[in-house]
């Protein structure tokens, strides 16, 4: 089961029951399947709260992952500022709804095993990324 949160923002216009169906069918991709996933939208200042809370770090992002998977199942909470999100759309010259689908997507591959912090591996994240957004796109 997947479910859509929000803490401080209003929810994101995006169709949860497609959402749903293209987080399942990436998660397919990379041989695994969903249990249960939680996203939590937010503004800056919670996730900044949770960042300092749960990992010690004392900056913004615009994503965090918690992996609680066992096996082939994908379980986690998925932590999203919308803020932040804007603000890198601008930063990047993408569409919002673009870099929103890239961000939640993003949560997914971190939980199917993509790490993007080690030499070469943000470039395979992206690789990830850009491919699951073509799954999008053909739904």
């Not at 900044?48 to 004392?58: G, P, S």
């Not at 997507?105 to 070469?120: R, S, V």
Request: glycine share 8%; net charge negative; hydrophobic share 35%.
């Amino acid at each position: 089961m997947i479910s859509y949160n929000t803490e401080g923002v209003a929810s994101p216009l995006i169709p949860h029951r497609q959402l749903t169906h293209w987080i399942r069918n990436v998660a397919a991709h990379y041989g695994k399947k969903v249990g249960e996933v939680g996203y939590l939208f937010c503004s800056d200042a919670h996730i900044l709260n949770v960042n300092r809370t749960y990992l010690q770090h004392d900056y913004y992002t615009d994503i965090i992952t918690f992996d609680y998977s066992e096996g082939n199942t994908l379980n986690g909470d998925i932590v999203i500022s919308l803020d932040t999100v804007k603000s890198n759309a601008r930063q990047y010259d993408k569409p919002y709804d673009e870099e929103l689908l890239r961000v939640i997507i993003h949560g997914i591959l971190h939980l199917c095993g993509i790490n993007d912090k080690g030499p070469g591996e943000r470039e395979k994240m992206e690789k990830a990324e850009d491919h699951a957004l073509q799954l999008w796109n053909k739904n």
